[in-house]
């Protein structure tokens, strides 16, 4: 049923410097793969090439394999690429439950099915009962569960990461990254996450790959 | 004298032979053609007692003869000229938008001579054998120009000076003790800025009374306009330094003359309307001191007219409308101090004796003079003196 | 066949379209007017005759008694208001950027902006005179006159009445202009750091954050220079007419009766235009003068700790810019409701409710035009203005920066270079003295003005929430109207307010290309102020104020209201 996330060939230069140079990569659903690397190594670029909204100022070429489809052609929308950011993104106009109905998917059409996952999925991650609060009132760590379970219901076939820990204080952190991390192996998810910190790479427990010193910057 | 006779009987002889040439029409079908049309009538938009009296015009013709009017507001009547020429430039020869426009003077000689009118149509309207052509010369000649039957007349003008008895206590009689009273109290005397009609009208006063042969005026300016405009820049020169600020700023116009007073800077203003004191007192606009006096060799008066351009689109409708603002009705409202307090064109001698009780039972008003003593009026210059004074003013006084 | 016509109604085709649809809208009519102003500047004009090309109009121009004065008023007062009030502007923003009082002048701003240059300058016209609101709140009993001094305080020859009256209402447009750049520049950090370095909070900001804003707000510079140097109707009310700016003489022209004067006129207009391309190349130099001076001034690395006269003087002159403004507006409000007010009485002795009241239906049908096209011409610019940005951030290639000059010519072209032509251009195409020809006239405008208000929040919104929105699986256009507009919504609605105030403040384009049958609230107030009885002025000069105000109003509301349990979406200035 599950399926990898796999890139073949992935190549990305801007101004003819090579960011990416023919990256063949495979990521087991259910495992996390690290990218490590500097500040303008690619690393977010190659977030956006595989999300689909990588500027065009870029030329970028390779496959991209999500679900078992090869999606290289299809708009960011279609891709079922999920994505989660150092700061949480909750769209402040909408209420915690309308946020979360934003990522189900529209095939879900009853609305109380759509209203039970919603109210499932805040009871998983211990905000039962928070679907009416605007998402100003939650704090950071609260924010950041909310924000898991909106990509989460949107029932993505690979989820990336770039560096969603980075901006959380070292307790919430510590709490935060094993609760992303279960999720993603309990969903079967393949993950891609970058980060400049080893301690992530440690705790993702996966394979870990290095940017940034094919050109002879230092890795 | 006698060049103006003959000037008279030359322009009335032009104007019959024009009518004989038009195309004779009928009223009742004009009145049928008019019907449901929308006249837009072109009217400085300033006062708002005027415009309030043209809005109760359009009620009437609208209920009599179900043609809807419509007032364009102009701040200068020189911008539906405008209009009209735009029009010719772009090729509308039918449709336009303007369909009446209150004019006179050198607007109306310039549209006449570039062919921007209607020709000949003031024979056909009901009302107008009730105007005094005879009394009041100025109906068959605007500005000297003659009138051909291309404009219609609306009301009469007369030149004279609002006074505030409060602080003026013996007006001035002549234009020269104008000036020495200007010189005794500085500051308090003012007109408004040329080209504005008024203005150039306080200059062309100026000039009747000083110039060496004032009959001359009534000819095209020509080579001799130097000489002939001579003996009024002295006098300018010795008026502006006591004028209110120095002769260094003017009002625009004639209201905003009014409002100087109304305000307490000036003490004594032009006026082309011997009821203009009079209806500002009941509109709280100037206080109730004020009064009323003309100069004792006379005073330039002029009459207004409503003319058609050449390509307007309710032709029918807008002959229509003039001919109501003709009638006795009609003139004796406007004539009324508290509704405008404009003189009537129309000679009361025409009227049947029920029209003419309209104009008997009319109240003065406060500070308006009985036309026993409204005085001598005097014509108006040839048009061509008017861009003679307007230039050599603003080369002398407008520039540093 | 379904196909291609789906694909062509796709909105993100559509959206491909959007920046030739503005271009076509805006600089079309522009130049076709240029033409038909340039054709009889040079003889041509066959209505009246003039079918060579000659250049005798040139020769009657230069011939003209006084030009030289108008020439040199025009120029001074666009540079003078121009300096003066980003002058103010900026100082107080050096001075006390980050403290309340900034914020609070920020919160005055809306309304003093929503004010029609017009309503100002009849207001502070009767502020100022000798018989006005000032002198007679301090008359008799202070300055002892029981009948007005006779000075010459406005219209005054030199003109410095008019450039204080366009002053005051320049500084909240520059301010806001600035505040729009300190949004873009991290202002705050900056001055942080160099505040660590020992300088002075002022001389920090002008040293750290000026030169930085000064390139987003050189545009605005020069649309506030170019309008002091073509302005007409606040001119007729505040600006001298011994001999008058060349803009209002060339007005003067253009209504003559004597039609051919209509050649020199057009003569002038092109001279007009010169003056406001040369008014720029004198700023473009001095902008070099200053450039080097402050960057000497930069590198010896002077502290300036010692700025407090400076600072109040800098809060002193924003102070009576915006108190000046407040007072005209009151001053047109107890004018609207008195029956007498005669000098030197302080305030109205008889109020009244007449002037409402007895012109009732008149008022209201003129309001409710205001209205009708200011809405539609807002509305139109704004869809534009959010479809052209929308397409920038979709394919950054496709739009040049540079483009962005050509949403300026409407606002540097003086009006009076192109109208008359552009009313040519209407009539022949039948389309004058309808709503649909002013909407387009006001829309000119509007739309540069939008696109001023609306350009920065939209690009400084974080594209992150698009991705994020579109890795949920929505498409790209439930992201637009689910997510980004929604989130930008204060933003669109105050751009839409903008555009509003300026179309209810169009007095010229009103008057060309609604052949005169269409009268608005400005058009009215112009129309009166000729006839001078204040009560009326003060009716529709209120009312002019107030219209614009509203919009500004339901701008902030409606979000308000919407998003009131939204705490991050709460104004927090």
Not at chain 2, 164 to 183: C, F, G, H, I, N
Not at chain 2, 299 to 318: L, W
Not at chain 2, 339 to 353: C, F, R, S, Y
Not at chain 3, 279 to 299: K, M, P, T
């Amino acid at each position: 049923m599950a399926h990898a996330l796999e890139l073949h060939d992935v190549h990305i230069a801007v101004g003819g410097r090579a960011l990416i140079d023919h990256l063949d990569l495979v990521v087991s659903p259910g495992t996390v793969t690290t990218v490590m690397g500097e500040s303008g190594a690619g690393k977010s670029s190659l977030l956006a090439f595989l999300c689909g909204t990588l500027s065009p100022a870029f030329a970028a070429s390779g496959r991209v394999v999500a679900g078992g489809v090869d999606v290289s052609a299809d708009p960011p929308e279609r891709r079922r690429i999920g994505i989660l950011f150092q700061d949480d993104l909750l769209f402040p106009h909408m209420s915690v439950g309308q946020n979360l109905a934003f990522g189900l998917p529209r095939s879900i059409d009853d609305w109380r099915t759509r209203s039970r996952l919603i109210a499932d999925g805040l009871a998983e991650v211990g905000l039962a009962g928070f679907g009416d609060r605007d998402p100003a009132t939650l704090s950071g760590g609260q924010r950041a569960r909310v924000a898991v379970i909106r990509v989460m219901l949107s029932q993505p076939r690979a989820l990336l990461l770039d560096e969603p820990f980075s901006k959380l204080d070292a307790a919430t952190k510590g709490r935060f990254r094993p609760f992303v991390f279960d999720h993603v192996r309990k969903r079967s998810i393949p993950t891609l996450l970058v980060t400049h910190d080893p301690q992530d790479a440690l705790a993702a427990a996966g394979p870990v790959i290095h940017l940034g010193s094919i050109d002879g910057a230092p890795a | 004298m006698v060049r103006r006779t003959l000037a008279l009987a030359l322009g009335a002889v032009a104007w019959l032979a024009g009518t004989a040439h038009a195309q004779p029409e009928n009223w009742s079908a004009i009145l049928e053609k008019a019907r449901g049309q929308t006249v837009f009538f072109n009217a400085w938009g300033g006062d708002d007692r005027i415009n309030t009296y043209v809005a109760w015009a359009g009620e009437q013709v609208k209920t009599r003869f179900g043609v809807t009017v419509q007032q364009v507001k102009l701040t200068d009547t020189a911008e539906a000229v405008a209009r009209v020429l735009a029009e010719k430039s772009a090729g509308r020869s039918v449709g336009g938008s303007v369909d009446l426009i209150w004019i006179n003077g050198e607007n109306f000689a310039a549209m006449k001579r570039n062919g921007l009118l209607q020709p000949s149509w003031t024979h056909v309207l009901p009302n107008y054998r009730f105007v005094d052509t005879e009394g009041k010369p100025t109906t068959l000649f605007d500005f000297t120009i003659p009138v051909e039957g291309q404009e219609a007349p609306w009301g009469m003008a007369q030149v004279v000076f609002m006074y505030d008895t409060a602080q003026v206590r013996e007006p001035p009689r002549t234009m020269v003790a104008l000036s020495a009273w200007a010189k005794a109290n500085p500051g308090r005397l003012t007109y408004p800025q040329p080209p504005n009609f008024l203005g150039t009208t306080f200059l062309k006063q100026a000039l009747i009374e000083l110039a060496v042969d004032p009959k001359r005026l009534a000819e095209p300016a020509g080579e001799d306009a130097e000489k002939v405009l001579a003996p009024l820049w002295p006098y300018l020169d010795q008026l502006h330094p006591v004028l209110w600020r120095g002769g260094r700023a003017f009002p625009a116009n004639g209201p905003q003359q009014r409002r100087l007073m109304g305000d307490n800077e000036v003490d004594i203003a032009i006026s082309f309307n011997p009821s203009e004191a009079s209806s500002a007192i009941a509109n709280k606009e100037l206080p109730d001191t004020v009064r009323t006096f003309v100069l004792e060799g006379g005073t330039i008066g002029n009459t207004s007219f409503v003319a058609i351009p050449f390509n307007a689109k309710a032709r029918e409708g807008a002959m229509v409308l003039a001919d109501f603002l003709l009638s006795p009705e009609a003139q004796a409202r406007k004539q009324d101090p508290r509704v405008w307090g404009g003189p009537t064109v129309l000679a009361l001698d025409k009227l049947m004796a029920a029209d003419r009780q309209r104009f008997v039972d009319l109240p003065l008003g406060v500070a308006t003079l009985p036309p026993d003593r409204l005085g001598r009026v005097l014509p108006e210059p040839h048009p061509t003196w008017v861009e003679r004074l307007e230039k050599e003013w603003q080369r002398r006084y407008a520039t540093r | 066949m379904a196909a291609p016509v789906r694909d062509a109604l796709n909105p993100a085709r559509m959206l491909r379209f959007f920046p030739a649809a503005t271009l076509v809208f805006l600089l079309g009519p522009i130049l076709a007017g240029l033409l038909g102003t340039a054709l009889p500047a040079f003889g041509f004009l066959p209505a009246l005759g003039g079918e060579q090309l000659s250049l005798r109009p040139w020769e009657q121009l230069f011939a003209t008694p006084g030009l030289a004065t108008s020439i040199r008023l025009s120029l001074t007062t666009g540079l003078i208001t121009t300096a003066l009030a980003l002058a103010i502007v900026v100082l107080f923003a050096a001075a006390w950027h980050g403290t309340a009082v900034f914020r609070w002048a920020q919160r005055l701003l809306s309304p003093l902006l929503s004010v029609p240059h017009v309503a100002v300058a009849l207001g502070f016209a009767f502020l100022l005179i000798p018989s006005g609101w000032l002198m007679r709140m301090f008359s008799p009993w202070a300055t002892g006159y029981t009948r007005p001094p006779d000075y010459v305080l406005v219209q005054d020859p030199a003109g410095i009445s008019l450039i204080l009256g366009l002053v005051i209402k320049e500084v909240p447009y520059l301010f806001l202009m600035v505040m729009a750049a300190l949004a873009q520049v991290d202002a705050e950090r900056y001055r942080t750091v160099a505040r660590t370095f020992g300088y002075g909070p002022m001389v920090a900001w002008l040293k750290a954050v000026f030169p930085r804003i000064y390139p987003q707000i050189r545009l605005p510079i020069f649309a506030v220079l170019a309008y002091g140097v073509s302005v007409v109707d606040v001119a007729m009310i505040l600006g001298p007419t011994v001999p008058p700016p060349l803009s209002v003489q060339l007005m003067q022209w253009f209504n003559d009766a004597d039609l051919a004067y209509r050649f020199v006129a057009s003569a002038g207009a092109l001279l007009q235009f010169g003056l406001v391309i040369g008014a720029i190349a004198i700023w473009c130099f001095a902008e070099r003068l200053v450039a080097y001076v402050g960057r000497r001034w930069i590198d010896a690395g002077s502290r300036g700790r010692s700025d407090g006269a400076i600072r109040a003087a800098a809060v002193i002159a924003l102070a009576i810019a915006f108190i000046a403004i407040l007072f005209s507006m009151a001053a047109m409000a107890l004018w609207s409701v008195a029956e007498r007010w005669r000098f030197p009485d302080a305030m109205p002795s008889v109020l009244t409710a007449a002037n409402w009241l007895e012109r009732t239906p008149d008022l209201w049908a003129i309001a409710l035009t205001t209205l009708v096209i200011a809405v539609i011409a807002a509305i139109v610019a704004t869809i534009l203005v959010v479809g052209n940005l929308e397409l920038e951030t979709r394919r950054p290639e496709k739009i040049a920066q540079r483009s962005l000059w050509l949403l300026y010519v409407p606002l540097i072209v003086p009006q009076i270079a192109f109208l008359f032509g552009a009313q040519i251009l209407l009539v022949w195409a039948s389309l004058d003295g309808g709503l649909l020809a002013v909407v387009w006239g006001h829309f000119l405008f509007v739309l540069p003005y939008v696109f001023l208000s609306l350009a920065d929040p939209y690009r400084s919104w974080d594209v992150r929430f698009a991705r994020t929105a579109l890795c949920l699986g929505a498409s790209p256009r439930r992201v637009l109207f689910a997510v980004k507009l929604p989130m930008l919504l204060r933003a669109v609605l105050v751009a839409f307010a903008v555009g509003f105030a300026v179309s209810v403040a169009q007095y010229l384009p009103t008057l060309f290309a609604g052949a005169g049958r269409v009268s608005t609230l400005t058009t009215e107030a112009v129309a009166l102020s000729a006839g001078g009885d204040r009560r009326l002025i003060g009716v529709y000069a209120f009312l002019q104020m107030a219209l614009p105000f509203l919009a500004f109003v339901v701008a902030a509301a409606v979000p308000a209201w919407m998003f009131r349990r939204r705490r991050d979406l709460q104004v927090t200035t």
